[in-house]
């Protein structure tokens, strides 16, 4: 029985963005295939607990420590917590992992990865975004604009970082952690030469695509019902209203479609439900409705709704994991030409949508789609979680040989 | 901050100001100002909707609700199952420093001597006491009585799927031992009342534990007229401590004056019915000789000594424990009467111990399990009745030579026999096999 200790900023019961649906569904993956024992750690922030306490709580198999970090922390903190490098430690003593997976790091820090090595633990660390080479995390500037740099010099980020010699110590820190990973694994090529070319890891890194929850058995059956019940498209967006999802420009887009006959839902990832309070669309064609968040329980029940997924980032993600469970149910997506997130290559390239503020080549599909309706586009071959943690199992076994050998 | 972040900035407030509006855009600007201000770093983690536990037995309220409410409550493992390193937490009163050295710090040293991890709190350390929950396989509770904190800690303990052993070295669970022991009597009725009353309150939380574990066979026997839990002996020994500072003391310069010295020691209050037991044997024996003297040590009430005495008595404060051994290795023998009653029954051989530390052999009498640690003619004096403690200090007084022998027979015997190794005599194998097995 192998003991992987995953870290990640969020894990269940408190489950937030994309990255910590990888590292929950494919610890569990693991945990199914069989042969291995997974525990987390994770943060929270807790008023009533005591600063740094730990708290251990426990869903669908997986113990996850919680450590109870006080909400003022500086910047420094955000990258190396020496209090929690302390938690981490402990952890790793107690716990024997054989293995530390760390996907996020943010407010965690890196000493989840100094912590095992000096334990002897290897370490796989799986990169989702790019706070190993940006204090902003996902390359976007303070206007909301992506930042554009490839490769990342950090004396470029003079005038968007809060200090540029804070932010520098931090570069280069995270630069010297990344090297302490045995193995690091990105969600794409695009993320992965990106980050290399930056001087993050070199030679350390794999590309580890993700996996998405595939649909269960009833789903065509609901999407079938829906259709059936109202012939309307049915467009859906994931996100908020910010620029660099997209908004503006699927906004101007719907402002000069002449039809009405379809439906817009527009899904609030938000924990609180906040992100499109005070927001009306009276002024556009069409049935607006604002949809509650969905977890991936609730994925088939969600995308059973829908025809046409935008995704319309203005700036390039390194994956995309709403597009791969889209394409897996047969649903249309239409999306901008956004770094890794085009890698499934289902898209033709003259399809993708340059990224910019044009409405014009949005408008363009959109009206196609409700022209032609896309219902009878089929389900596209895409991997699962299982097959993801099929792959990092091969991963792990190399590291550990290489642990063994060394 | 440079022309081009003052650019960005006041690109991105424009654009908040005409998508979400001004008050909103001047709201975000402040926080974001704030912030900076601060030296804040940013952070993904948005803080609990909570505030502060109305009490400390509430300190967990609300993380059990959210656990609850999130379907991660419970624990469907017990640790002791999913790993082969035992880590042990310990809480409990720790404010008796002599309860916090025999039932804590020793617990602590035996089992990292055994690879286990041991760590403690006092139970009103509340989140100390709580943390090391979280990482444990077993929970060792020491002298806690049923309070809703220590009702609160328990439930963690059980909703982390730990195994309890509840520990005590004094029948703190027994209305029987304090209606009848004998120390009671030189303290306020009240306090005695209070004793009686709490009782219900560690027997409560001692039947709560899944096991007992304590101090000597008289409390296992007593123990188990309250209680259906298993008892397991894990009697007290002598430490590092107690052998570094007691080689300490008798390496010390001694007194070489010609008086034979006997000692008595009292570490608490109500001990002079303890003393009253050989108090006529022993002022015999003392004014038969004015070179004999008796040194008193801690706390005791002078007024129960015989007037006839004063010329001949030492009398030392309760000092710490190094103090005390160093006073007590000035000594020829000690005596440590004890009334027979169920509290004293249940008595362990601490002071046995200390005085062999530092080579001072003790006469001993037949309640509580002091006799246990006594090797009778060899290590010190066991007298049976109470007209045999007069004797026995005669025979200690008459023979200087042989009575030096007999102390360090005795610091011998507790360097190999009564030094914490995992042998029966000392802790039940049982106890062992509960935590490692």
Redesign the interface.
């Known amino acids: 029985m192998r003991h992987v200790l995953a870290a990640n900023v969020f894990f269940a019961p408190h489950s937030y963005g994309g990255a910590t649906v990888v590292a929950e569904q494919v610890a569990r993956a693991l945990i199914r295939r069989g042969g291995f024992r997974v525990t987390a750690v994770s943060l929270c922030c807790r008023a009533g607990i005591a600063d740094y306490a730990v708290l251990k709580s426990e869903t669908e198999g997986i113990a996850n420590y919680q450590i109870n970090v006080p909400a003022w922390r500086s910047y420094g903190e955000a990258y190396d917590n020496p209090a929690i490098t302390a938690r981490i430690a402990e952890l790793i003593h107690s716990l024997s992992p054989d293995v530390v997976h760390a996907h996020c790091l943010q407010d965690l820090g890196t000493g989840v990865i100094t912590a095992a090595r000096d334990q002897n633990v290897p370490v796989i660390l799986s990169v989702h975004d790019f706070w190993w080479i940006c204090e902003r995390q996902f390359m976007i500037q303070m206007d909301q604009t992506y930042c554009g740099q490839d490769p990342v010099r950090i004396k470029e980020c003079k005038g968007c970082v809060q200090n540029f010699w804070a932010a520098k110590t931090r570069f280069e820190h995270l630069q010297s952690i990344g090297n302490q990973a045995q193995l690091v694994t990105y969600p794409s090529q695009f993320a992965k030469n990106l980050c290399e070319k930056s001087g993050f890891a070199s030679g350390r890194g794999v590309v580890w695509e993700n996996g998405v929850r595939l649909p269960e058995k009833g789903f065509l059956k609901a999407q079938r019902e829906r259709r059936e019940q109202d012939p309307r498209v049915v467009f859906g967006f994931v996100g908020g209203p910010s620029q660099i999802k997209g908004w503006p420009v699927i906004r101007a887009a719907f402002a000069g479609v002449s039809r009405a006959d379809f439906r817009v839902l527009l899904v609030d990832g938000s924990v609180d439900g906040s992100w499109w309070q005070g927001h009306d669309f009276f002024d556009l064609p069409g049935e607006w409705e604002v949809h509650s968040r969905y977890s991936q329980d609730d994925m088939d029940a969600f995308f059973a709704k829908i025809d046409v997924l935008f995704f319309m980032s203005q700036w390039k993600e390194t994956f995309g994991l709403v597009i791969r469970a889209a394409l897996a149910r047969g649903i249309q997506v239409i999306q901008t030409d956004s770094g890794g997130s085009t890698e499934h290559g289902l898209i033709a390239q003259d399809q993708l949508i340059p990224i910019g503020p044009d409405p014009a080549p949005l408008r363009h599909q959109i009206s196609q789609a409700i022209e032609a309706h896309p219902a009878q586009q089929a389900p596209q071959k895409i991997a699962d979680f299982a097959s993801q943690a099929a792959e990092l199992e091969r991963l792990m076994s190399q590291v550990l040989l290489e642990q063994e050998t060394t | 901050m440079?022309?081009?972040?003052w650019?960005?900035?006041m690109?991105?407030f424009a654009?908040t100001a005409r998508?979400?509006?001004l008050a909103?855009a001047l709201g975000k600007a402040g926080r974001y100002l704030a912030r900076?201000m601060?030296?804040?770093?940013?952070?993904?983690?948005?803080?609990?909707p909570?505030?502060?536990?109305n009490t400390e037995a509430h300190?967990l309220s609300?993380?059990w609700q959210?656990?609850a409410q999130?379907?991660?409550?419970?624990?469907?493992a017990a640790p002791a199952t999913?790993?082969r390193?035992r880590?042990i937490a310990l809480i409990g009163d720790l404010n008796l420093p002599q309860c916090r050295k025999y039932r804590v710090e020793q617990l602590a040293h035996f089992w990292q001597g055994r690879g286990a991890?041991f760590t403690y709190a006092h139970y009103e350390d509340i989140?100390r006491a709580?943390?090391i929950l979280?990482?444990a396989t077993h929970l060792f509770e020491y002298r806690l009585k049923c309070t809703d904190v220590t009702q609160m800690l328990r439930y963690e303990a059980r909703r982390?799927r730990l195994p309890i052993l509840y520990d005590l070295d004094d029948p703190l669970f027994s209305v029987s031992a304090y209606g009848t022991y004998g120390n009671m009597n030189a303290v306020d009725p009240a306090l005695k009342s209070h004793f009686v009353n709490e009782a219900p309150k560690y027997l409560d939380m001692m039947n709560g534990a899944d096991a007992l574990s304590v101090s000597t066979p008289g409390m296992i026997v007593h123990a188990a007229l309250y209680s259906p839990r298993p008892v397991y002996l894990r009697r007290n020994f002598a430490d590092s401590q107690t052998l570094d500072q007691g080689a300490k003391a008798m390496n010390a310069e001694q007194i070489e004056d010609g008086r034979f010295r006997v000692a008595f020691a009292s570490g608490s209050q109500g001990h002079e019915a303890d003393l009253e037991e050989i108090i006529k044997e022993l002022s015999t024996f003392v004014l038969a000789d004015p070179k004999r003297r008796l040194m008193v040590m801690g706390h005791f009430d002078p007024k129960a000594l015989p007037g006839e005495l004063n010329g001949q008595i030492e009398r030392y404060k309760f000092s710490d424990y190094g103090q005390y051994l160093a006073t007590l290795a000035q000594a020829d023998c000690t005596v440590m009467p004890l009334g027979e009653d169920a509290f004293n029954g249940c008595k362990s051989a601490v002071r046995v111990l200390d005085a062999a530390a530092v080579g001072v052999p003790s006469v001993v009498g037949t309640v509580g399990d002091l006799a246990a640690v006594v090797r009778h003619g060899q290590t010190g004096l066991i007298a049976q009745k109470p007209s045999d403690w007069g004797g026995a200090l005669e025979v200690l007084a008459n023979d200087p030579s042989q009575t030096r022998q007999m102390g360090l027979a005795a610091r011998k015997d507790v360097e190999t026999r009564w030094s914490g190794h995992a042998e029966p005599h000392i802790i039940a194998p049982e106890l062992i096999r509960w935590v490692e097995g």
């Open positions: 440079g022309p081009r972040s650019q960005m900035l690109r991105r654009r998508q979400d509006g909103n900076r601060r030296g804040q770093g940013s952070s993904a983690l948005a803080r609990a909570e505030g502060p536990p300190y609300s993380v959210d656990l999130h379907n991660a409550f419970h624990i469907h999913l790993q390193r880590q991890e989140p709580t943390s979280q990482q982390l």
